[in-house]
């Protein structure tokens, strides 16, 4: 309770539950209501300088991206919508012919089976949305992204 002047007010907060690391949940699962804080999603190391974040609901994916600058996620493509909102720092995409440097407070929308590719060039922290989810993300069969071939 907190004391206001003449009354009490009875605050409630709904936190979410303590639990282990999670980590993004297999695809064709029911859909169910998930509040989730990023500190309780297992932190993946996918190479120097990069680390990422999911949670994967039914029809649509979140991952919160940590880039340090120099940072590079290789030329490809994908049949998902993307949407990256850049949070903190700035990245350069080569995308459409174009480089377009998206920096924090900014969104790109890249359409499906659009080639691109990115570089920090801050230390960046971003939120990219993808529809369908990425399979291969979930399946940590990404190695284009791993510095795998």
């Known amino acids: ?14 936190k979410p539950k ?3 690391k999670r ?3 297999k695809a064709g699962s029911p859909a169910e209501l998930k509040y989730i804080a990023w500190s309780s999603i297992e932190l993946e190391e996918l190479k120097p300088l990069l680390q990422r974040q999911l949670i994967v609901g039914q029809n649509i994916m979140v991952a919160r991206i940590l880039l340090q600058k120099g940072a590079t996620v290789p030329e490809h493509s994908h049949h998902n919508e993307q949407v ?6 700035a990245l350069r995409f080569w995308i459409d012919g174009r480089e377009i440097v998206v920096k924090g407070g ?3 929308a890249i359409p499906p089976h659009m080639p691109h590719q990115a570089e920090a060039i801050e230390d960046t922290v971003a939120i990219d949305v ?20």
Do not use: H
């Open 106 to 108: 900014e969104v790109l």
């Open 130 to 149: 993808f529809n369908p989810p990425r399979a291969d993300w979930i399946n940590k069969t990404d190695q284009y992204l791993r510095g795998g071939k």
């Open 18 to 20: 303590a639990s282990k």
């Open 1 to 14: 309770m907190t004391k206001s002047p003449g009354r009490n007010v009875k605050k409630s907060v709904v």
């Open 84 to 89: 990256s909102c850049i949070l903190e720092g």
């Open 23 to 25: 980590s993004a949940r």
